[in-house]
């Protein structure tokens, strides 16, 4: 279980004004969504399907698949656990830094686990192990990889399954999802979650898209009715209004753009490139955990101190793009900050 992450509010009794740490988009919860699921509540008197067939189909129609291809999971952490237990004592190289779950449910499977810093990853990168995890967008850095280079590490290894997290790939720009090359390649699998985009963390949805083999060699270690009604129902309502809710991207890698430039006119913050609304920061003096508490005490801002993530430092804090007059807030109090050291 992960010991540390984005939105820990819960943790803090200050009153929080904009929160930076977490990567869920901050005006995805729909208004229309709100009055679906208050419509549906009387649903919970029954049970939900035991595999939310319903919503695999909708999900199956919305990427041009087979519903045989798709295996709706509670949030995309079930999916990674589902996963390594499929794999279960085998062997698995995660690309780091990373969202910490991959690394917990291969642990938790008695998986022989390797690391290979994102930096030192190339189309001619030899693995040797069952699996290979990485996030496409990366959390936390917001760097992505190419389709092209992909489908060379795929090509160049038939025996390895690649489990590619695109939980927010529709956070950047760049068209980056592996899903049109889903049919050609039968050791791929990816990883969705319905959570950042829409803003339902507490609702817990992903799905796990692959060839039918795959997903019947997962489904035996599903747990029933692990998808709740109000998650199935949110799901079945974004598949049909999809086109009606999408992410205005564009505007999110604009304001991250003018952020990141204001960040760097207050000190030497490092700053890592990112195609994402969020990104990386590294202060040059004091820690993340420090600056977090100042500006959860001073202005009741909340980052994402990322000195957990395998790699990263103390100095190492993750930063997403909130609303424009949030973002002069933050800039504000961490040069508050920086002139305090």
């Known amino acids: 279980m992960i010991t540390g992450h984005g939105d820990d509010r819960y943790l803090f009794n200050y009153n929080i004004v904009a929160d930076f740490s977490s990567n869920v988009y901050y005006e995805g919860f729909s208004d229309k969504l709100n009055n679906h699921l208050t419509h549906c509540l009387h649903k919970i008197n029954n049970y939900p399907e035991a595999n939310a067939q319903r919503l695999q189909a909708a999900l199956a ?8 291809q798709v295996l709706v999971t509670n949030g995309a952490t079930e999916a990674f656990y589902l996963v390594a237990h499929a794999y279960r004592r085998k062997s698995a190289t995660i690309i780091i830094p990373a969202f910490a779950e991959y690394e ?3 642990r938790a499977n ?12 190339r189309p001619d990168t ?26 060379k590490l795929l090509d160049h290894h038939p025996a390895t399954m690649f489990v590619i997290d695109e939980a927010y790939v529709d956070f950047t720009v760049d068209v980056i999802s592996m899903v049109p090359s889903l049919d050609e390649y039968p050791n791929l699998i990816i990883i969705k979650s319905l959570t950042k985009t829409y803003s339902i963390p507490g609702l817990r949805l992903g799905y796990i898209l692959s060839n039918k083999a795959v997903i019947n060699n997962i489904l035996p270690s599903k747990m029933p009715w692990s998808v709740n009604t109000l998650a199935i129902e949110a799901g079945l309502f974004i598949a049909q209004h999809r086109d009606e809710m999408v992410l205005p991207v ?21 700053i890592r490139k990112t195609h994402t609304n969020f990104f990386l920061c590294q202060t040059p003096k004091g820690t993340a955990a420090e600056l977090k508490l100042f500006l959860l005490q001073t202005a009741g801002l909340l980052i994402r101190d990322a000195s957990n993530f395998k790699s990263l430092t103390p100095q190492h804090f993750r930063i997403a793009t909130q609303r424009k007059e949030q973002n002069l807030l933050l800039v504000k109090a961490i040069k508050s900050w920086m002139d305090s050291l």
């Open 126 to 151: 030899v693995f040797q192990t069952d699996l290979v995890f990485f996030g496409n967008p990366n959390n936390p850095t917001g760097a992505i990889l190419h389709p092209q280079t992909i489908k």
């Open 250 to 270: 564009s505007t999110l890698t604009w304001n991250a753009l003018e952020l990141i430039s204001a960040l760097n006119n207050i000190g030497d913050i490092s």
């Open 110 to 121: 008695d998986l022989q686990i390797n690391h290979l810093h994102w930096d030192d990853l």
């Open 61 to 68: 129609d919305w990427h041009g698949i087979k519903p045989g």
């Open 104 to 106: 917990d449910g291969c």
